[in-house]
């Protein structure tokens, strides 16, 4: 049977067979090509997007998942469920660390690290609780824990041991991170000495003290030892008074092959060789810092006055010498001269953040240091100097001057985020900076910030939810009210409250 279309003239039907006109077949052809453009477009838009996204990301620190709406934290921690101190989160302020003499001991390819650690504390004032003293653990098996008197005749900010203190029983609670000691009689007003053996392994995760591997010019796989301790994960490495305002100085000795090199805050100011063919490196005191500022590394790689992997060596050039003249620029801002005897910058090839602020010590992911002349972006050239400039910038205001605790992050991270555009204006005016501020922050927090999931700049928090506050609202809105802030009274003037005279 046969149909025919007599209208236009231009389709003809025979069984299953269509004709098209050569005129509705460019009209095809045309809707699909403009299809696939828009489509094109929309994709590259959309990447265009996600990258600027994932710079952002390393610059500041945090994760892709929190850029692109804000979590309101969980604010205020239950109540406790006893009298008892170990119920608390926060731990007694009447019981201080002055110093640790920390030893670590890490075997890498067999995954596991053992450690001791001999700790001077204060006693400043009595309590309910005299015959406790708590201190934060986690995830390690202590072998030995004892409490001793100071020598009458030890040295100040030293722990030379006097008299043991009989115990009643050790005890760990594992909910808020807690090794608690349990004298036999009640602790006097003065200072002791806290000495713990512990065992542990390398954490899973890229926080604590964990393995990260790379791979060498000659194609084989290398494993080093790293730590990324912030906020609350030094307590992974060693037992210690896991909170901000908890300073002490710190003497470390780390153990290692031959063919490794170990870094730490501090310089090395000895090396010793042990019989089993490993050599133990002994480091400077360093000035009383927190503890999430602590940080060592045992690795091979090769130094640039930096230290970075030895197949991209080349690639620290431009990051020194950009962190040299910044670090010049902080001394005259703050009126303060770099208060240690070195700066390394280390790329770690397996990191979380974009960097960490380690006092004399600065970790960065790879992206975040490295920049090869002629290959790199301008980009990333732009982004590798804000992010040193950042961290810098904490070698002062957050190292020196410290929060208290985790609810000033904001502060903290802002005025980090505000002055590492000055840092990098100083060295780079060319890019002007000052109002890429309004692009890079401003704006993009603004839309953030009128979302019903917003949060205070301000949040307390349990110290297993203190991560939540490493988002936009904590590093773009508080830098932003740096800035307000600077507007309102003038730049001099505000830098002349900050510095020290």
């Not at 909170?243 to 710190?250: H, I, Q």
């Not at 992206?367 to 100097?385: M, P």
Request: proline share 5%; charged share 25%.
């Amino acid at each position: 049977m046969k149909s025919k279309e007599d209208d236009d003239g231009d389709k003809k039907e025979s069984g299953q067979v269509f004709v098209i006109t050569r005129t509705k077949a460019i009209v095809l052809v045309v809707i699909v090509i403009a299809i696939i453009i828009f489509v094109g477009v929309m994709s590259g838009v959309f990447s265009a997007r996600q990258a600027r996204k994932d710079a952002l990301a390393e610059k500041h620190e945090v994760k892709r998942e929190e850029l692109e709406a804000t979590k309101e934290p969980t604010s205020t921690p239950t109540e406790p469920t006893g009298p008892e101190p170990w119920y608390k989160i926060r731990l007694p302020q009447n019981i201080r660390p002055i110093h640790y003499d920390f030893y670590l001991d890490p075997y890498l390819e067999q995954n596991t690290f053992q450690g001791k650690v001999s700790i001077l504390i204060k006693v400043t004032e009595k309590s309910d609780y005299m015959s406790y003293v708590l201190i934060h653990i986690n995830d390690m098996n202590v072998t030995e824990a004892k409490v001793y008197k100071l020598a009458a005749d030890a040295k100040p900010d030293t722990t030379t041991l006097g008299d043991e203190l009989p115990l009643k029983k050790t005890f760990a609670y594992p909910k808020n991170d807690y090794f608690i000691f349990e004298l036999e009689d009640d602790l006097e007003v003065g200072q002791y000495v806290l000495v713990m053996e512990y065992k542990s392994t390398f954490a899973s995760q890229l926080n604590g003290l964990y393995i990260s591997t790379y791979t060498n010019e000659k194609g084989e796989k290398r494993r080093l030892a790293t730590t990324k301790f912030e906020p609350t994960d030094a307590r992974k490495a060693l037992p210690c008074f896991d909170e901000p305002a908890m300073k002490a100085t710190f003497s470390t000795v780390i153990v290692h092959e031959k063919d490794y090199k170990a870094l730490s805050n501090m310089p090395v100011t000895m090396t010793k060789n042990l019989t089993n063919g490993r050599i133990e490196s002994h480091f400077m005191k360093s000035v009383p810092m927190s503890t999430y500022l602590l940080a060592f590394i045992v690795c091979d790689f090769k130094y640039t006055k930096s230290v970075d992997n030895p197949a991209q060596i080349n690639q620290t050039q431009f990051a020194l010498g950009v962190g040299r003249d910044i670090i010049t620029y902080y001394e005259k801002y703050y009126n303060l001269g770099y208060p240690l005897p070195k700066q390394d910058m280390i790329a770690i090839p397996d990191f979380s953040s974009g960097a960490m602020e380690n006092w004399g010590l600065i970790t960065y992911r790879e992206t975040a240091l490295l920049f090869n002349e002629g290959v790199s972006s301008e980009a990333n050239k732009q982004r590798v100097a804000v992010v040193v400039s950042h961290e810098l910038a904490h070698q002062w205001f957050g190292n020196i001057v410290s929060p208290k605790w985790w609810n000033d992050l904001w502060l903290n991270e802002g005025f980090a985020s505000f002055v590492e555009y000055l840092g990098v204006n100083h060295t780079q005016p060319d890019w002007e900076m000052m109002e890429q501020f309004l692009l890079s922050d401003l704006q993009r927090v603004f839309p953030l910030d009128s979302l019903a999931s917003s949060h205070p700049i301000s949040v307390k928090l349990s110290p297993k939810k203190i991560k939540q506050l490493f988002d936009r609202i904590s590093y773009s809105k508080g830098a932003s009210i740096i800035r307000m802030l600077e507007g309102f009274v003038g730049r001099e003037k505000l830098r002349t409250v900050l510095v020290i005279t």
